[in-house]
């Protein structure tokens, strides 16, 4: 069965951290490309940061550059997002996604629908 499971999330104030992670299984950790999607209240999922799972090629959203960082044990079957300087705009569910393909164009990589595989989310919180 596949599966991906997030956990680290949390409440934490404005200028703080958090580090997500994601354990993958099954068919799920037979994948090329591992991302991270957040979707607040009222809001779109959007996407937060991608990597493959060979190679060092990772991706972020504009809004996240230079604060988070997406990283992987392969070991592990394990990804993680270490988010710094955490600003209430990001909170938010955060989920974990898995692609069968190795997506280079921001026009693939940043749609949620060509994730093949999806965790059922954590709570980001970040207070004022």
């Known amino acids: 069965q596949e599966q991906l499971v997030e956990s680290g999330g949390g409440l934490v104030q404005a200028g703080g951290s958090l580090r997500l992670s994601c354990t993958a299984s099954g068919r799920a950790s037979d994948t090329s490309t591992m991302a991270w999607f957040r979707q607040a209240p009222g809001k779109e999922r959007e996407f937060v940061a991608s990597i493959w799972w060979t190679g060092f090629t990772t991706f972020y959203a504009d809004s996240v550059k230079g604060r988070f960082t997406i990283s992987r044990d392969n070991a592990k079957n394990s990804v993680y997002l270490q988010m710094y300087d955490l600003k209430p705009e990001d909170t938010a569910v955060y989920y974990c996604?898995?692609?069968?393909?190795?997506?280079?164009?921001?026009?693939?990589?940043?749609?949620?629908?060509?994730?093949?595989?999806w965790g059922q989310g954590t709570q980001v919180t970040v207070s004022p």
């Open positions: 996604a898995a692609d069968r393909e190795y997506a280079s164009s921001s026009n693939y990589y940043s749609r949620s629908a060509n994730y093949d595989y």
